[in-house]
């Protein structure tokens, strides 16, 4: 299992294998040292086989947050803004 860890942290670290084409990621994942189900998975990038080879599951959560009728941010309004724009 540490070996898919590995090879997914090396992928999502490196800008050219994330937006590899079939062929390159291909041959990375042939060096890689992964099982044969593992190296399938990536190939097809069927990321639910994926999940179910490394028996977790994606969680994505997503929340919004109004403030209460009278209560005031703690920040100036504008200066978020002005934060942006200066970086």
């Known amino acids: 299992m ?3 860890i590995g090879f997914l942290e090396h992928v999502g670290q490196d800008e050219a294998l ?3 084409t079939a062929d390159e990621l ?3 994942v042939e060096r890689a040292d992964l099982d044969p189900a593992f ?3 990536l190939l097809l990038r069927d990321r639910s086989r994926l999940e179910e080879l490394m028996n977790c599951q994606a969680t ?9 009728p009278g209560e005031e941010d703690e920040e ?3 200066k978020e803004d002005e934060e942006v724009r200066a970086a």
């Open 2 to 4: 540490s070996s898919i």
């Open 18 to 20: 994330r937006h590899t």
């Open 26 to 28: 291909r041959l990375a």
């Open 39 to 41: 190296r399938e998975a």
């Open 60 to 68: 994505i959560c997503c929340g919004l947050v109004r403030p209460e």
């Open 76 to 78: 100036e309004p504008g």
